[in-house]
């Protein structure tokens, strides 16, 4: 079983910046792609970037230049930096990975929710 855990949510007017967390545990014996997705009330949770285990990136249009996705193997986790935050960022922040343990999987975190006001 395998369990990620989302932290670093709140709320930021809008222009600020928070750092999103992500830590996958449990039984891993490797983990492939990861990501950020979102879901703002009533839309569909759409992809907001991901990373490959060898540091590929890539990002939805709407927030090319603004956020930014790593991760640190060590530590099985991947972090979304935020910055120039809109109100149109508002929405829950769901982690996902893909991960062998030992089958291959997609885990999904419980979500953070993040709130730009204007």
């Known amino acids: 079983q395998v369990q990620l855990v989302e932290s670093g949510g709140g709320l930021v007017q809008a222009g600020g910046s928070l750092r999103l967390s992500c830590v996958a545990s449990?039984?891993?014996?490797?983990?492939?792609?990861m990501g950020w997705y979102r879901q703002a009330p009533g839309k569909q949770r759409e992809l907001v970037a991901e990373?490959?285990?060898?540091?590929?990136?890539s990002y939805a249009d709407s927030v090319k230049g603004r956020f930014t996705i790593s991760r640190d193997n060590a530590k099985n986790t991947v972090y979304l930096q935020m910055n120039s935050l809109k109100p149109e960022d508002t929405a829950v922040y769901y982690c996902?990975?893909?991960?062998?343990?030992?089958?291959?999987?997609?885990?999904w975190g419980q979500g953070t929710q993040v709130t730009v006001s204007s």
């Open positions: 996902n990975a893909e991960v062998r343990s030992p089958y291959y999987l997609r885990y």
């Open positions: 990373i490959t285990s060898g540091g590929v990136t």
């Open positions: 449990g039984i891993i014996f490797r983990i492939y792609v």
